[in-house]
């Protein structure tokens, strides 16, 4: 059975930088997606499996960056410049396939991302 665990929410002012890190059971194509109170899951950000491709929703582009270590089976998603807009459950995704054209199979817990004003 496919685990992704993720770790690194919490609560950060305007402005601040948080880094989320989503461990997996083995090597797959990974992504974020978020959840605001009120609306719909929506795609934040994939990698490719090699890692050589990434993709960003407009809303985060320039502001978050994700990345890979392969030897760690692990997907991190730098968070900076948040914005309260950015407050949501973030679930890490991941598939054999490009997430981008729509969710994976699997799914993380989920963990808070709170930005304060």
């Known amino acids: 059975q496919v685990q992704l665990v993720e770790s690194g929410g919490g609560l950060v002012q305007a402005g601040g930088s948080l880094r989320l890190s989503c461990a997996t059971s083995?090597?797959?194509?990974m992504g974020w997606f978020r959840q605001a109170p009120g609306k719909e899951r929506e795609f934040v950000t994939a990698?490719?499996?090699?890692?050589?491709?990434?993709s960003y929703a407009d809303s985060v582009k320039g502001r978050f960056t994700i990345s890979r270590d392969d030897a760690k089976n692990t997907v991190y998603l730098q968070m900076n410049s948040l914005k309260p807009d950015d407050t949501a459950v973030y679930y890490c995704?991941?598939?054999?396939?490009?997430?981008?054209?729509?969710?994976?199979?699997?799914w993380g817990q989920g963990t808070q991302v709170t930005v304060s004003s």
């Open positions: 990698i490719s499996w090699s890692g050589g491709s990434t």
């Open positions: 083995s090597r797959y194509a």
């Open positions: 995704n991941a598939d054999l396939r490009w997430l981008p054209t729509g969710p994976g199979k699997f």
